[in-house]
Nanobody
């Protein structure tokens, strides 16, 4: 079955950096669309970064220029490099996967999440 396992979260001070990883199995990683979502307390889960099969990632404005999404198709692993972290980045971060021709609603898979806490 599809399995996504995030790691790399933690507590950092504002301005710091973290690198999240997502180890995957159970599907053909190289031909699935991948993304990172986050959910802050009291807020809905939101997609913050996605990466196509080839090419550069796309980002929501809140993280653009600070976060970088990447994928290693040899290792079946997704990454999120987070720099210049702000307290408002505090959230549970989720790795997500779906067949590229399907929607997140219909065919998305998510990991259990990794907590990121940024203190001022």
């Amino acid at each position: 079955q599809v399995t996504l396992v995030e790691s790399g979260g933690g507590s950092v001070q504002a301005g710091g950096s973290l690198r999240l990883s997502c180890a995957t199995s159970g599907f053909t990683f190289s031909v699935w669309c991948m993304a990172w979502f986050r959910q802050a307390p009291g807020k809905e889960r939101e997609e913050i970064a996605s990466v196509p099969l080839r090419g550069s990632g796309t980002y929501v404005d809140d993280v653009k220029g600070r976060f970088t999404i990447s994928r290693d198709n040899r290792k079946n692993t997704l990454y999120l490099q987070m720099n210049s972290l702000k307290p408002e980045d505090t959230a549970m971060y989720f790795c997500a996967a779906r067949p590229c021709l399907r929607s997140w609603t219909d065919s998305g898979y998510w990991g259990q999440g990794t907590q990121v806490t940024v203190s001022s």
